[in-house]
């Protein structure tokens, strides 16, 4: 599993940006076109929502891999 840290003075980040930062996905559209096909999870559960906000102890999943959000 591998993970991200959030930046030093944000809250959270959108899934659509997390998987661009995790290098699951190669750019926005795709990652909007793979949320909305409900090809990924949050904490288990699918995700339809490009924008949902991820924080500290969030897990998403796609494609067989997996990111923890870290403070």
């Known amino acids: 599993m591998d993970s ?6 944000d809250e959270f980040i959108k899934l659509g940006q ?8 190669g750019s926005g559209v ?13 904490n288990q559960e699918v995700e339809m929502r490009r924008g949902r906000k991820l924080y500290d102890g969030d897990i ?3 494609d067989g ?3 923890k959000i870290e403070k």
Request: no cysteine; glycine share 6%; proline share 0%.
């Open 60 to 62: 998403a999943a796609f």
């Open 4 to 9: 991200i840290k959030l930046r030093q003075n």
């Open 18 to 25: 997390a998987l661009k930062a995790a290098g699951l996905v």
């Open 30 to 42: 795709e990652a909007k076109e793979v949320i909305q096909d409900g090809l990924v999870t949050v």
């Open 65 to 67: 891999k997996e990111i």
